[in-house]
C-alpha cells in the first residue's frame, strides 16, 4: 500500500517537473518570439549576442532600456495572475474563482483612477506607489464580496462568491465610471486601456515597483502548497486535520488579493488567467498545489505574453490590449467550466 | 401568502402615475438654464415657438424625460418579463447579457457602416441582442443536469463581460473609444422627437402584447408543472416572452445605451406591492420603471452642473445594493 | 518540502540582485557617457536630422522652413496634423506622444532631438542617450516665444522674426475683414462640439489668444467668466442663447459621432433661433488648424478666417 502510494507520489512529482521544464521552454521561446516584436528586427542571435554583452550600442538600448522592461512586467503579472488565480480557486472551494470575475481587478481599477485624479501622472517615482492604491481598492472590494458571500453556517457559497463579485463589480466600475468621466481626455483614454487590460509599465521603474510583490509573495502561497491543499477538501476536514481554517484562509486571500493588486497595476485589469492558468495546470499535474502551483505560474507568464505580443504586432499600428485578446480565450473556457461542471 | 386587494391595486397604479407625472414635471422644470414654473406650464401647453424659453422646455428637455420614461418603461418590462419566463429572481437584460450583445453589435455598425441610419441602428442593436439571447438559452439547454437560475445569470454576466471586452478592442482599433466609452455608459440627453417617434410605438405595443401573455407568463412564473396543468404552451410562451423582452431591451439601447439594474430592481418592487399576477405587474413596472429613470436622468445631470454624469451609473448606484440584497437571499436556496 | 522553499527563495534572491547589478551597470553607463546638456547646443546646423517630440515643435520647426527627419502626431487623428501633412511627407512616425516608439527614435539615428518639457520632461535621460537633446517647455511662454527659442537653435532668428511680423499683418488684414462683415463691435464665442459634449473655448490658449488678442475679438456675455486656467467649458445647450454672441465659431472634433452632433444641433430650434445663426453669422472653423497653438498653425487659422470672411 505505502509502496504504491510512493509510486504514485514519484510519478505525480515526475509529471510535474516534466511538465514545468515543457512551459519553460515554451515560455523561452514566447519570450524571445516577444522580444524580436518592434519597430526595429532583432534577430534571435543578435539578442543572445547583446543579452551576452556583445551588441552594439544600439541593439543594448532597444534590448535593455525598451523592450526588456516591459517583458519582464508582463511575465511577472502573468505570474501573479496565475498564482493568485490558483489561490482564489483553493482558499474558496470555488473551481470558477478569478480575480476578474470576482471584481478584484475592479477595485484596483478604483484604486488607480483615485491614484491619477490626485497626482495626474503615472510616471516617476511616484509610480512606485501604484500598487499601493490598487491594494487599498482591490481589498475594499475583496472585503464587500467576502463580507456578503459569507454565510455563518456554511461558510463562503461558492456560486453567490461569484454573483456577489458580479455586483459588486458592477457598483464599483459604476463609481470608477463617474470619477473617470471627470478626467481629461488624455488621462481618461489612457485609463480606458487600462481598464480594458493593457501592458502599460515600460520602465523599469514599474519592474521595480512590482517584483518585490511577485517574488515575496509567490514564494510564501508556494510555501502553503500543503494549507491550499487542506483548504480545498473542504471546511470539515480541514478542521478534523487541525488547521486553523479561517486563519490561513484570510491569510491566502489576503495575499492573493495583494499579488493581483500589484499584477494588474502594471498590467491593466486583465480578467480570466487567474482561472485559466490554474486549471490547465490543474489538468496535466494533478491536484496537489505543490506540483501544480508552478505550472499555473509558467502558463499564466506564456498566456500573458502572448496575449500581449498578438495584440501590439498583429493589429499594428492601433495596439490592442492584451486583456481583449485574453478575454476571447479564456471567456469560453469559463463558459466551458460553468456548464461542465454539475450543480 | 397576503392578499392584493382590486382596491389597492388601483390605489397603487393611480399612486405610480400621478408620481410619474410629478417627477416628468419637475425633470421638465429643473436644468442648466432657470425658467419659471408658469412657462414651463405654458411652454408644455401653450407652445409659443418663439420664446427661447419654451424652445428649451420643448426640444431640448422633453425629449429628454420622455426618453428617460419610454426607456424605462421598457428596460423595466423586459426584466419582468425575463425574471417570469426563466424563472430566474436575478434576470435583468444588462446582467445576462443581452445589452451587451445590442450593444456590441452596435460597436460593429459605428466601425464598419458609420453613417447609418437611425433604423439601421435599432435593427443592428436587435440583432445583437436576439443573438446573445438565444446563445445564453442553447448553452443553458445543452448542459447536462438542472439548468439553475444562478448558473445562468453568471453565464450571462461571463458573455457580457466578453462582449464587452471585444467592444472594446473594436473601439480602440478604431478609434471609437471615446464615441463608445460614453455611449457605454448610457444616457438620454441625445433623444430627440425624431427617436422618440421611432421607438415610442415599438415600446408600447411591445408591452401591450406583453401585458396580453401576462396571464400563462404568471402561470410559468409560478412554476413550470403548474404552468403545464394549467394548460399552458410552456415551450411557446418562452420563446415570446423572450422576442418581447429582446425587442424591448434592444430598442431601448439603441436609444439610450446599455443601462442595467432597471430591469431587475423595478420588477421586484412591483411583485411586492402588487403580488405575482402579471397583467398587473407588467404595466405596474413600466409605471415604476419610467419614475426611476426619470429620476436617474434627473440626478445626472442636477449632480454637478453643467457637467453629466453617465445615466447607468446613477441607476447602478441603487441597483447594486439591491441584487446584492437579492443575491444574499436567493442564495439560501442553493 | 522546506528545501524547495529554500531553493525558490535563493534563485529569486539571486534573480533581483542580478537584475539588480545590471541596473546599476546601466545608470553606470549613462552617466559616463558624455551627456550634451541644454547648454552646449546653443545652436545646431539646420540640416541636422532633427526628432521632433511635439507636434507644436514640428510645426515651429516647419515654420522656419526647416523639415524634421522624424516627428510625433497626434493624438486625436494618430496621424501628422492635417494641415500640415503634406510638409511631412516621407517624415518617420514616432507614435503619440504619451506612448512614443522609442525605437523608431532610436532607429532613425537623429543629430538632434526635441522635447517637450510637459510630456517627455521625465524620459529627458532616455532621449539623451540617443542624441543630444532639447528641452521646451511649451506650456509656459507664447509660441512666439516657442518659435524664436527655436530659432535660436537652429540659427534662424531672422526667418522667425519674419514670420511674426508677415503673422501681425495677417492678423490686422484679417481684424478688417471681421470688422467689415460683423460690424466694430461684434460679440463672439466658439464652440466646439465633441462626441460627448458642448464646449465654449474660453480665454486661454489655444484659441483665446488668437481670437481675443490678436484679432481683438470681443468676447460674448459670459465668455470672460470660464476660469483662466481652464481652456473651455462644458456647457447644456439650454444656456447657448445667454451668450447672446453676434457671431459664433465652431469648431467640430474629428470623428463621426461630433459631426452629427453637430448637425443635429443646427437642427434644433433653439440653435436656429439665435442671433448670430439668424443673422447667418456662423462660421465652420478649420478645427486642426485653430486649435494647434503653434506659429505655423496660427498663420493657417488667420488663412481661414481670411478665406471666411472675404467671400
Known amino acids: 500500500m505505502n509502496a504504491h502510494k510512493e509510486i504514485l507520489v514519484r510519478k505525480r512529482f515526475r509529471r510535474a517537473v516534466a511538465f514545468s521544464l515543457i512551459f519553460s521552454l515554451v515560455a523561452v521561446i514566447v519570450v524571445l518570439i516577444s522580444l524580436n516584436t518592434g519597430s526595429i528586427s532583432l534577430s534571435p542571435a543578435s539578442v543572445w549576442q547583446t543579452m551576452m554583452g556583445y551588441g552594439t550600442n544600439e541593439e543594448k538600448m532597444i534590448l535593455f532600456d525598451y523592450r526588456l522592461p516591459r517583458i519582464i512586467i508582463t511575465m511577472l503579472a502573468g505570474i501573479g495572475l496565475g498564482v493568485s488565480g490558483a489561490a482564489f480557486q483553493g482558499t474558496t472551494r470555488n473551481a470558477l474563482a478569478d480575480p476578474g470575475i470576482l471584481g478584484i481587478n475592479t477595485g484596483a481599477a478604483l484604486g488607480l483612477i483615485i491614484f491619477v485624479s490626485f497626482f495626474r501622472t503615472m510616471e516617476g517615482p511616484l509610480s512606485l506607489l501604484i500598487p499601493i492604491f490598487t491594494f487599498a481598492g482591490g481589498t475594499l472590494s475583496a472585503f464587500i464580496i467576502f463580507l456578503f458571500a459569507y454565510d455563518r453556517h456554511r461558510g463562503i457559497l461558492p456560486i453567490r462568491l461569484i454573483l456577489v463579485g458580479i455586483a459588486v463589480a458592477a457598483g464599483i466600475s459604476a463609481v470608477t465610471l463617474i470619477l473617470s468621466l471627470k478626467l481629461d481626455e488624455e488621462t481618461y483614454s489612457f485609463a480606458a486601456r487600462w481598464l480594458a487590460g493593457s501592458v502599460w509599465g515600460r520602465d523599469w521603474i514599474h519592474v521595480w515597483s512590482l517584483l518585490p510583490w511577485v517574488a515575496l509573495l509567490v514564494p510564501f502561497i508556494y510555501s502553503r502548497s500543503q494549507t491550499l491543499d487542506i483548504l480545498s477538501l473542504g471546511d470539515e476536514i480541514a478542521h478534523s486535520l487541525g488547521s486553523h481554517v479561517t486563519r490561513e484562509r484570510l491569510l491566502l486571500l489576503g495575499t492573493a488579493v495583494a499579488l493581483t493588486c500589484a499584477s494588474v497595476s502594471v498590467a491593466g485589469g486583465i480578467g480570466f488567467i487567474g482561472l485559466v492558468a490554474p486549471h490547465i495546470a490543474k489538468r496535466l499535474t494533478g491536484p496537489q498545489h505543490r506540483y501544480f502551483l508552478p505550472v499555473a505560474a509558467l502558463i499564466g507568464l506564456v498566456i500573458l505574453v502572448t496575449a500581449d505580443t498578438i495584440g501590439r504586432s498583429i493589429f499594428r499600428p492601433n495596439a490592442i490590449p492584451a486583456g481583449v485578446v485574453v478575454a476571447l480565450v479564456g471567456g469560453p473556457y469559463f463558459l466551458y467550466l460553468l456548464f461542465k461542471s454539475k450543480g | 401568502m397576503k392578499s392584493y386587494s382590486r382596491l389597492g391595486t388601483y390605489l397603487w397604479f393611480i399612486a405610480a402615475a400621478i408620481s410619474l407625472l410629478i417627477s416628468m414635471f419637475l425633470a421638465v422644470s429643473y436644468g442648466a438654464k432657470d425658467i419659471s414654473l408658469q412657462s414651463v406650464w405654458a411652454a408644455v401647453f401653450q407652445y409659443d415657438s418663439s420664446l427661447t424659453a419654451h424652445q428649451i422646455i420643448h426640444e431640448l428637455r422633453l425629449p429628454r424625460v420622455l426618453g428617460a420614461v419610454i426607456t424605462g418603461m421598457a428596460f423595466s418590462v423586459a426584466g419582468a418579463i425575463m425574471q417570469g419566463v426563466t424563472r430566474n429572481p436575478l434576470a435583468d437584460s444588462g446582467i445576462l447579457g443581452v445589452n451587451a450583445g445590442a450593444a456590441f453589435s452596435v460597436a460593429i455598425c459605428f466601425a464598419i457602416a458609420p453613417g447609418l441610419s437611425y433604423w439601421g441602428i435599432i435593427f443592428f442593436s436587435f440583432i445583437g441582442a436576439t443573438a446573445t439571447t438565444l446563445f445564453i438559452i442553447v448553452l443553458g439547454s445543452s448542459t447536462p443536469g438542472q439548468l439553475t437560475s444562478l448558473r445562468l445569470t453568471v453565464a450571462g454576466a461571463v458573455v457580457a463581460a466578453i462582449l464587452h471586452s471585444l467592444s472594446t478592442g473594436i473601439a480602440i482599433y478604431f478609434d471609437l473609444s471615446q464615441d463608445l466609452a460614453f455611449w457605454y455608459a448610457g444616457g438620454v440627453a441625445g433623444v430627440n422627437w425624431e427617436h422618440l417617434r421611432v421607438i415610442t410605438p415599438i415600446v408600447l405595443l411591445a408591452i401591450f402584447w406583453a401585458v396580453m401573455i401576462g396571464r400563462p407568463i404568471t402561470f410559468m412564473s409560478l412554476g413550470e408543472e403548474t404552468a403545464v396543468n394549467l394548460g399552458v404552451n410552456t415551450g411557446r410562451i418562452r420563446i415570446v416572452g423572450l422576442f418581447i423582452a429582446v425587442i424591448l431591451a434592444g430598442s431601448s439601447v439603441a436609444v439610450a445605451g446599455a443601462i442595467s439594474f432597471v430591469g431587475l430592481v423595478v420588477p421586484h418592487i412591483a411583485r411586492r406591492l402588487l403580488g405575482p399576477d402579471y397583467r398587473v405587474l407588467i404595466p405596474f413596472s413600466a409605471l415604476l420603471g419610467a419614475v426611476l429613470l426619470v429620476w436617474a436622468d434627473f440626478a445626472s445631470r442636477m449632480v454637478n452642473p453643467p457637467q453629466e454624469f453617465a445615466i447607468g451609473a446613477m441607476v447602478a448606484l441603487v441597483g447594486v445594493p439591491f441584487f446584492l440584497y437579492l443575491a444574499r437571499k436567493e442564495g439560501r436556496e442553493l | ?311
Open chain 3, 1 to 311: 518540502m522546506k528545501k524547495i522553499t529554500f531553493m525558490f527563495v535563493s534563485l529569486l534572491l539571486v534573480a533581483i540582485l542580478s537584475a539588480c547589478g545590471q541596473s546599476n551597470e546601466q545608470t553606470e553607463s549613462s552617466s559616463s557617457t558624455p551627456t550634451n546638456s541644454e547648454a552646449d547646443i546653443i545652436s545646431h546646423d539646420p540640416n541636422a536630422k532633427i526628432a521632433s517630440m511635439s507636434i507644436h515643435i514640428t510645426n515651429n520647426l516647419l515654420a522656419l522652413g526647416i523639415t524634421p527627419a522624424g516627428s510625433v502626431v497626434g493624438g486625436d487623428v494618430k496621424d501628422f496634423l492635417p494641415h500640415v501633412k503634406d510638409r511631412l511627407e516621407g517624415v518617420a512616425k514616432f507614435g503619440v506622444v504619451t506612448d512614443p516608439d522609442m525605437e523608431a527614435v532610436l532607429g532613425l539615428k537623429p543629430d538632434v532631438v526635441y522635447i517637450d518639457e510637459v510630456y517627455s520632461g521625465q524620459d529627458l535621460a532616455k532621449f539623451e542617450k540617443i542624441a543630444p537633446t532639447i528641452t521646451i517647455d511649451m506650456d509656459s511662454g507664447t509660441w512666439r516665444e516657442h518659435l524664436k527659442r527655436i530659432a535660436e537653435h537652429v540659427g534662424r532668428e531672422q526667418e522667425a522674426e519674419d514670420f511674426i511680423q508677415d503673422y501681425e499683418a495677417k492678423a490686422k488684414r484679417v481684424k478688417g475683414l471681421i470688422a467689415d462683415e460683423l460690424g466694430a463691435d461684434a460679440k463672439v464665442m466658439a464652440v466646439r462640439m465633441t462626441a460627448k459634449e458642448l464646449r465654449v473655448m474660453g480665454t486661454r490658449r489655444p484659441l483665446g489668444p488668437i481670437m481675443f488678442e490678436d484679432l481683438e475679438l470681443k468676447m460674448a456675455d459670459g465668455v470672460e467668466k470660464i476660469p483662466a486656467d481652464e481652456p473651455y467649458q462644458v456647457i447644456s445647450r439650454e444656456v447657448l442663447p445667454d451668450y447672446d454672441a453676434d457671431a459664433i465659431f465652431v469648431i467640430i472634433s474629428t470623428g463621426d459621432v461630433a459631426k452629427s452632433n453637430y448637425e443635429e444641433l443646427t437642427k434644433n430650434p433653439i440653435w436656429q433661433n439665435l442671433k448670430a445663426v439668424k443673422n447667418n453669422h456662423v462660421y465652420v472653423l478649420d478645427g486642426q488648424k485653430w486649435l494647434d497653438y503653434s506659429s505655423i498653425g496660427h498663420s493657417m487659422a488667420l488663412d481661414d478666417a481670411e478665406k471666411l470672411f472675404s467671400k
